[in-house]
């Protein structure tokens, strides 16, 4: 049981992944642009890369080493994700032990997924201005359809029947509820909708359902409020600012944070927390591994690098956050950007311009 509070060991150890297909192109710019912030703030921070990827796997056999994600949780105080997924792999067996194994045995329960619009222009929806896309996902991340619970019978055969079990737990539902409601507080937000399915899935979503009704009267400040997702999917599209804050389980909040990256700009601008407070948390972008981009310089580092802000906002390095932060912003509202959001730079120039801006920041 890890006891210290990783973030407050010196130096802060943190574990990169650049993983498959453009996770390594967009990891290479990420690690410049937290190099940049790290010297000019002076942060304690050791960057250390480890080859679990598909490549790995392939040529080693091995998807990660024996102890590997307690070893992320002793020695290392945040972990940088790139992606993962490559088509030599088609069971995804490396990115279900990496990606889920670090989510499951690091006890990630909430995965942190702001949405917000930060040039008007790279909405796909008609009038809607930066101050209309600003909301946080709480997907929970330790349960529902991901447990990996299930199994085929009569395999390949025409009578086959496949089980995948969701599981939902008291105690899981409630710290992500809680979590979501505590954040809202904290950051003076006053909405707060819980997305379920539960007119179908009455036991799990059930849950669910009974949880937040009691966890909402802790919070009578806060507007709490219910949508079945597909209702919520649609409203998403129609009127997104009517959104705070988002808590949903695992699977719902994987698709809803695709469409929240949609409004966005797209999956090439959305970042994401993976949080336990006070343990080893690990940042990644929304997105894939795109295999058929990789090294063409064509994908967009930004979502990688506002991991990264996340990141060094959790490690307790606020100030250098707000920087990387306000200097993708500044990227896209100059047009400074890779093609798919219509700009002409490739995603090293992207990342050299950001770490550029931040190596230039005033320290205070
Ligand atoms: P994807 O996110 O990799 O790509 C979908 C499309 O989004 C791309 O074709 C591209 O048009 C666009 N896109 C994504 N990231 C971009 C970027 N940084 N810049 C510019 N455009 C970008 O999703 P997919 O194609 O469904 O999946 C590819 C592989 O990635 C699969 O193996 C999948 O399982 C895996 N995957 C991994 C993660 C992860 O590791 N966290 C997340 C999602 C998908
Ligand atoms: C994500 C991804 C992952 C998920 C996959 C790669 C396991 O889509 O982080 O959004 O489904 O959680
Ligand atoms: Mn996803």
Redesign the pocket.
């Known amino acids: 049981m890890n006891t210290i509070d990783p973030r407050h060991r010196r130096p802060q150890r943190i574990a990169v992944l650049a993983?498959d297909g453009?996770g390594r192109d967009?990891t290479a710019e990420a690690v410049k642009v937290l190099a940049a912030a790290g010297e000019r703030w002076a942060l304690p921070l050791e960057l250390v890369a480890l080859p679990w990827s598909a490549e790995h796997y392939l040529a080693t056999g091995e998807t990660l080493p024996p102890g590997g994600i307690a070893t992320l949780r002793d020695e290392y105080a945040a972990v940088l994700v790139g992606?993962?997924?490559d088509p030599r792999v088609p069971d995804?067996r490396h990115?279900a032990e990496i990606?889920l194994g670090a989510r499951f045995g690091l006890d990630l329960y909430i995965n942190f997924r702001p949405c917000r619009l930060y040039d008007a222009r790279l909405c796909p929806l008609k009038g809607k201005r930066e101050r209309d896309v600003d909301f946080v996902i709480f997907r929970e991340n330790t349960e529902g359809a991901y447990v990996g619970l299930g199994g085929n019978f009569k395999k390949g055969m025409p009578d086959e029947v496949a089980v995948q079990e969701e599981v939902h737990t008291r105690k899981g539902v409630e710290r992500i509820v809680r979590a979501a409601f505590d954040w809202a507080r904290a950051h003076g937000r006053r909405r707060l909708c819980m997305a379920d399915k539960s007119n179908v899935m009455r036991f799990g979503h059930g849950l669910w359902q009974r949880v937040f009704a009691a966890v909402r009267e802790e919070y009578p400040e806060i507007e709490a409020s219910h949508m079945f997702v597909d209702a919520l999917a649609m409203q998403l599209v129609r009127a997104p600012e009517r959104f705070d804050v988002i808590v949903t389980d695992n699977m719902f909040g994987d698709i809803l944070s695709d469409i929240g990256a949609a409004l966005q700009g797209?999956?090439?601008v959305a970042a994401s927390a993976n949080l336990h407070p006070g343990r080893t948390s690990l940042f990644?972008?929304v997105?894939?591994?795109?295999?058929k981009?990789a090294g063409t310089g064509?994908?967009?580092p930004v979502?990688a690098i506002l991991s990264v802000a996340l990141m060094l906002e959790t490690l307790g390095h606020e100030t250098a956050a707000r920087v990387v932060e306000g200097a993708v912003v500044q990227s896209l509202r100059k047009g400074r950007t890779?093609p798919?959001l219509g700009g002409t730079l490739t995603t090293s120039e992207v990342g050299d311009w950001l770490a550029r801006r931040v190596a230039a920041a005033p320290v205070s």
Request: a negative charge; proline letters at 8%.
């Open positions: 993983g453009i967009v992606a993962f997924g995804m990115a990606l797209g999956l090439g990644e972008p997105h894939g591994s795109a295999p981009y064509l994908a967009n979502a890779t798919d």
